[in-house]
């Protein structure tokens, strides 16, 4: 075939050749990992085999490609702080895949890959400009390399145990702390001398000139939560190249924001905000979130406080703030969505089933943020005022902004980093730490508020015959102790109400939970007390957390 230079192009190139090599073409599983608790988000194409990998899911047939796409921005594998700083961190990407159950194994793996990287039918790579990585001890693959594919020993890097234990190594594939795994060798493309960096196992290993374009994992064993590798019922073969990687190299290009995929995504953002793309951080920050927030709200997630949906709202909040800072003053990140679909959404067309949807929860979720933005990033402001490059933000202020404002200390961080300033996280930990005993001592809502509520009239109890009321009136509410006109994202209080169907604690009931919905958004009531001033018996709501 002509040399594919587009992204889309080199995807189907790599469906297309491994379907020539008798592979069933199998669709991206979804980024929500079914039956398998050890991960919180698919970060690797083989997750939807590793049953078959296992011997415990057959499936109808032995060979199989995909492009999976896969979202690392939370829990154990989490690049999301990295974005916008490096030339090939991502939240999201795309894994391009070629699997074998049981199958071929390790001399038709390699060939594989060497036919697609170098044949003038497809990539056409120099063979020169490419090195190999394998296990220390697998001598077989040394061989097939050396003999059957003609790349000379000095161009076959042996790593063995580099991480500090046993099979501990960058030539050794894990899933997790347990399931399928195995010896594996790697692909390194030579960007050239003019870009810094040496090659894999010595010190300059972390430089942009040596780059790993794919990974095949040779699937030989099951680890065991005490460390035993036992062996898989068929050795195996699971693969992976990343497109952005291999359409960097291409189109003739160092880092993967180059690529035709994120220059529209970043020209689009530009556009949408009204300025010139420069290639400036935010905006790859930006063209990198909307890939992973689009698919994780199309395959399920919702923004909340909890699990994936507490990163799925860290990585917008990431998103809308770095188009604060350059100058967005109203919501944007949702205008995103149309974009990213003209760019991938014959690819995954779950993005065009979805579009609509995808774009509300996007836009609200900014205009939710936006008060908790304003705040916090003044009250930041604030904080860095006389600090310079190479200061420390204290540990007490940023915990004030997460405790006080709701602003997580990633985004903090994020913030402080572009300053050059550091954040004091051993000082935030043990406020945090202070904070966790003080409720665990005195209870999270035994605040007295008696001394400070002031209302006229008593809150009438309805609870005895109905579950919900519309229509009520906020007589009081509370912040800290005191009287406040309004609480923001993440600011604990007490509302008091002129009637209420929550009833509150006594008579050895518990105080009842719900939310108070308003106009501009959701109160959570986490508890309910009876207390007095004066003769009136008031009913108040003592929240986690304000969360929209």
Not at 28 to 51: C, R, V, W, Y
Not at 189 to 216: F, K, M, Q, S
Not at 239 to 249: D, V
């Amino acid at each position: 075939m002509s040399q594919p230079f587009r992204s889309a192009d080199i995807r189907q190139a790599f469906i297309d050749f491994f379907i020539s090599k008798q592979h069933t073409q199998v669709s991206s599983s979804s980024l929500i990992p079914h039956n398998d608790p050890t991960l919180l988000f698919t970060n690797a194409g083989m997750n939807q085999f590793k049953e078959t990998f296992l011997g415990m899911e057959p499936r109808d047939y032995t060979r199989a490609v995909t492009s999976q796409k896969c979202v690392r921005a939370g829990g154990k594998h989490n690049d999301l702080d990295n974005v916008g700083y490096t030339a090939r961190h991502h939240t999201f990407f795309e894994m391009l895949g070629n699997f074998s159950f049981g199958d071929y194994f390790k001399q038709a793996g390699i060939e594989y890959i060497w036919e697609f990287l170098t044949s003038d039918k497809w990539l056409a790579i120099d063979k020169d400009r490419l090195y190999v990585t394998i296990y220390e001890t697998d001598d077989e693959a040394f061989e097939i390399w050396n003999k059957n594919i003609g790349i000379p020993s000095e161009r076959i890097i042996r790593i063995g145990d580099n991480k500090g234990a046993p099979y501990a190594s960058d030539n050794f594939w894990t899933m997790g702390d347990t399931g399928p795994c195995g010896p594996c060798t790697e692909v390194f493309y030579d960007h050239g001398a003019d870009i810094e960096g040496g090659l894999p196992g010595t010190p300059e290993e972390d430089g942009d000139r040596y780059i790993e374009i794919w990974n095949c994992v040779f699937m030989q064993f099951n680890r065991q939560k005490d460390g035993t590798l036992l062996p898989l019922p068929a050795p195996s073969v699971d693969t992976g190249m990343g497109l952005e990687r291999i359409s960097a190299i291409m189109q003739g290009v160092h880092g993967n924001y180059e690529i035709d995929l994120f220059v529209h995504l970043m020209d689009a953002a530009a556009d949408i905000l009204e300025i010139n793309n420069e290639q400036q951080s935010s905006l790859k920050v930006i063209a990198d979130h909307i890939r992973a927030v689009a698919f994780l709200i199309a395959d399920g997630v919702t923004p909340s406080n909890e699990g994936r949906g507490y990163v799925l709202r860290r990585v917008i909040r990431r998103a809308v703030r770095h188009g604060n800072k350059l100058g967005a003053d109203s919501e944007f990140f949702y205008k995103m969505v149309a974009p990213l679909v003209a760019e991938m959404g014959s690819a995954y067309p779950e993005l065009q089933d979805k579009q609509s949807v995808i774009e509300s929860a996007i836009q609200k979720e900014e205009a939710q943020f936006a008060k908790t933005l304003a705040q916090g990033l003044r009250l930041l402001a604030s904080e860095l005022e006389g600090l310079q490059d190479g200061d420390t933000l204290s540990g007490e202020a940023a915990f004030k902004l997460y405790d006080t404002y709701g602003f997580p200390l990633d985004l903090t961080a994020d913030i402080t980093r572009e300053r050059g300033i550091a954040i004091d996280e051993a000082e935030f930990d043990e406020h945090m730490q202070a904070q966790r005993e003080r409720a665990r001592d005195a209870g999270k809502f035994d605040v007295d508020y008696s001394s400070v509520i002031q209302v006229e009239t008593p809150t009438t109890f309805i609870g005895y015959e109905q579950l919900e009321e519309d229509g009520v009136t906020i007589d009081a509410l509370y912040q800290d102790g005191n009287p406040a006109d309004s609480l923001t994202e993440g600011m604990e209080g007490v509302v008091v109400l002129d009637r209420t169907p929550f009833y509150a604690e006594g008579g050895g009931q518990v105080g009842e939970l719900g939310e108070i919905r308003t106009a501009s958004g959701v109160f959570e009531v986490q508890d309910t007390k009876k207390i007095w001033s004066g003769d009136y018996p008031l009913w108040c709501r003592h929240h986690g957390r304000y969360q929209h």
